[in-house]
């Protein structure tokens, strides 16, 4: 079929195709691209109008060194190494570490080995090799020259971030937020999920009407309700603590009401609420390309309807846990306004806490700070996309087939 | 599935729904009516300074907040009705302005919330034909190419949709500023000097190629998932019958996407009406200002620590009201299309 000459794409739309691809793949990527490099470089150069000196940095390559032919070519085959890993034993290390026969837990696992292994390649293993390839081939005549270095690169500013402007602490909060919000909201999400596909009364019809209504609602909304009762809450929760049937079992846990202003765990829960209509929905057309005789052949054999869902369904329902885990992630990593207003500088997660750089625009490297930060937020963004490619694709469009 | 076995499923979900969403909702509207004024105590003060001959004196009233026994001010709650929607609304303004001798849609500009409500609905209208055309073409292009090139251009194509919006429009923002590489290139291709930040509608032209660089990746894997499902039997008797490429698209493509088209274009809506980390992103707050950013920046506490809230809770009633109406029309169809498949 794909040979009849109807079929045949004719060379003038080839061209097209080409062309507008090449253009879409260069539009997508210049902008990440060209600020990685401007991390990289010293302010001269980071600013320079000629485009070359942002590409080479002369002035970097002066003051602070930078890498040669060798390292840049070995780093290439590294991340196409690296891009093809995760497709090629992904599943299989997956597997492997499939605690308790979770294939959710497995690919958490393999994930976080990836990701640690990918940077401790790139950052330790890539530069060492790299230089005694280059102290082996200097003394040789012609090939000597790929071992200098040819490119400036520096790393002052990460340092600066990272050390000097403790971004680490922000990168903790950020681990913790996100760690939580995946968690409950799986939890909370699944069941739901499930429940809602095996249903088809009138009721559950209504909640996944509500759910895609309250889905619409601008978060400025909701926050609006929060702050006056998260910053007030000590005393609006004052009744509980004081109250004599109540009040024991509180002052378990405090002596005192707490303000929720500023918890992480607060700010958890709000996320998770958030998230919920999309979570369920998702989550919900997942369960429904779980067949439904699974679930009747599990009760014929004895099983509650928990234990149906616990012992049969979710086993096979790692793909959409993991994918929902992903979108739940990516909320609550990227969110701004909600963390920006209820949490106060001690506990507040990366992406608000890239204002203080942006405030402070006053000198060049400052800017290049600021951007330095911004690199630091999106390389974990980017080692997602590698893994979880597949996932990610699926969970598009999972909710756009059945929804 | 019996319906206490379902609650038991779906409450937990179910609670933290009501209680972070829905309650929220009501204690928004409710706020919306008040509004907190601290209590003053007004006394005259007679200060003299020694002069020549004669003391020099002023009298001043002074305002001084009263304290409760904590040394607290007290805050009074005091029912307004609508006095928070008026000052929002500011209705002499918009009366004055469209009078005889008014100076009509130009002066609603000078308004905070008319700014916003006009650069919201541009954005999200704007933006919403041009995610899916480009979401559409990408996808029917990547089918077309050769099968080893797919997984890539998927991978570059997500890298846009997965970073944070607020890191995303920094990044173009830093190509742009100042003399930024693609300010520098603009300018040596026109011949003219830019400034890409010094005005409003370049920020705003800014701010849409940004929102549909950052969605359309999502239009084009929803559009690429579903053409690898178009119905080749038809297609087949389509190619049989003569039917041209173009035909082929309209008559066979267009149709079976549908459903999609309209997914895409609910989910775009309901985003891009709530657009605010643009506004972050590009610090365009003295040019353009969304109707979430004006909600967000009458929470945020000004030099003396107060947040305006009730001011932001009728900008929010407000927001929500046209959400709500943007979206009828859509769920209008859903509700006609769910009754036929039924």
């Known amino acids: 079929m794909a040979d009849t000459r109807a079929l045949a794409t004719p060379l003038g739309l080839k061209v097209l195709t080409g062309v507008f691809l090449t253009v879409w793949a260069l539009v997508a990527l210049f902008p990440l691209f060209w600020v990685a490099l401007m991390s990289f470089r010293a302010p001269v150069d980071a600013l320079a109008a000629n485009p070359l000196t942002v590409l080479l940095g002369p002035v970097t390559r002066t003051t602070s060194g930078g890498v040669s032919v060798v390292l840049l070519a070995l780093g290439a085959v590294l991340l196409v190494v690296l891009y093809r890993l995760p497709g090629q034993f992904g599943p299989d290390l997956a597997k492997r570490l499939a605690l308790g026969g979770s294939m ?25 090799v790299a230089n005694i390839v280059s102290a082996v081939i200097r003394p040789i005549p012609v090939l000597g020259v790929l071992g200098e270095p040819l490119i400036g690169m520096t790393m002052d500013h990460y340092h600066a971030v990272w050390v000097k402007h403790s971004f680490y602490r922000n990168f903790i909060n950020s681990l913790i937020i996100t760690f939580g919000v995946v968690t409950i909201s799986l939890t909370v999400g699944t069941l739901a999920g499930y429940a809602l596909a095996r249903t088809r009364s009138n009721l559950a019809f209504w909640l996944l009407i509500g759910a895609l209504i309250f889905r619409a609602l601008p978060h400025s909304v909701l926050v609006t309700g929060y702050v006056p009762a998260f910053v007030n809450s000590r005393e609006m929760l004052m009744p509980l603590w004081t109250s004599p049937v109540t009040g024991w079992f509180f002052t378990l846990f405090s002596a005192t009401p707490p303000t929720l202003y500023g918890q992480p765990l607060a700010i958890i829960v709000v996320l998770v609420s958030i998230n919920q209509p999309f979570t369920i929905w998702m989550m919900r057309s997942f369960f429904l390309n779980i067949p439904n005789e699974l679930d009747e052949a599990a009760r014929v054999d004895g099983c509650t309807h928990f234990g149906a869902f616990w012992r049969v369904i979710m086993p096979v329902m790692w793909p959409g846990v993991i994918t929902t885990g992903l979108f739940s992630f990516l909320l609550a990593y990227n969110d701004y306004l909600v963390t920006a207003l209820l949490l106060d500088n001690q506990s507040q997660t990366m992406v608000p806490a890239i204002s203080q750089f942006l405030n402070r625009d006053t000198r060049a490297s400052d800017q290049i700070e600021a951007i330095a930060a911004a690199v630091s937020i999106t390389a974990p963004l980017f080692l997602l996309v590698m ?10 469009t999972a909710g756009a087939v059945k929804g | 599935m019996k319906g206490k076995t379902f609650a038991m499923f779906v409450a937990p979900s179910l609670i933290l729904m009501l209680t972070f969403i829905a309650l929220p909702l009501v204690s928004v509207f409710f706020q919306s009516f008040y509004q907190n004024r601290q209590q003053f105590t007004q006394t005259t003060v007679e200060s003299c300074t020694p002069g020549f001959l004669t003391q020099n004196c002023v009298t001043e009233v002074r305002n001084t907040a009263k304290l409760d026994a904590n040394g607290k001010p007290i805050i009074d709650r005091v029912f307004v009705g609508l006095e928070s929607y008026r000052q929002l609304l500011q209705p002499e303004k918009v009366a004055a302005a469209f009078a005889a001798n008014g100076e009509g849609w130009k002066a609603l500009e000078t308004i905070d919330f008319y700014r916003a409500l006009r650069f919201t609905l541009t954005f999200t209208l704007v933006t919403l034909p041009l995610v899916l055309l480009l979401g559409l073409v990408l996808a029917i292009a990547v089918d077309n190419t050769v099968k080893s090139l797919r997984g890539p251009l998927i991978f570059v194509s997500l890298l846009p949709f997965i970073i944070t919006p607020v890191i995303g429009a920094l990044s173009i923002r830093w190509l742009f500023i100042g003399d930024g590489i693609l300010t520098r290139a603009l300018e040596w291709m026109t011949g003219h000097d830019i400034a890409m930040f010094a005005q409003g509608w370049t920020i705003e032209l800014l701010m849409m190629f940004y ?13 690429y998932a579903a053409l690898q499902t178009v119905d080749q039997d038809t297609m087949e008797s389509a190619i049989v019958d003569g039917a041209s490429r173009w035909e082929r698209l309209t008559h066979i493509v267009i149709p079976h996407l549908m459903p999609l088209i309209i997914f895409v274009s609910l989910i775009h809506l309901m985003d ?8 972050i992103g590009f610090s365009s707050e003295a040019h353009r200002i969304s109707l979430q950013w004006l909600t967000f920046s009458y929470l945020t506490p000004d030099e003396t620590g107060n947040r305006s809230i009730s001011r932001a809770s009728a900008s929010s009633m407000l927001t929500m009201i046209g959400i709500v109406l943007l979206l009828i029309p859509l769920l209008m169809r859903t509700w006609r299309d769910h009754k036929v498949s039924r």
Do not use: T
């Open chain 1, 387 to 396: 893994v979880f490619q597949k996932q990610i694709v699926s969970g598009l």
């Open chain 1, 104 to 128: 959710a837990i497995g690919w958490l696992l393999g994930a976080v080995i990836f990701a640690v292994g990918a940077l401790g390649l790139l950052l330790v293993l890539l530069p060492a």
């Open chain 2, 272 to 279: 891009s009406y709530r657009v605010f980390d643009e506004v």
């Open chain 2, 211 to 223: 929102r549909v660089w950052h969605v359309a990746p999502f239009a084009f894997v929803v559009f």
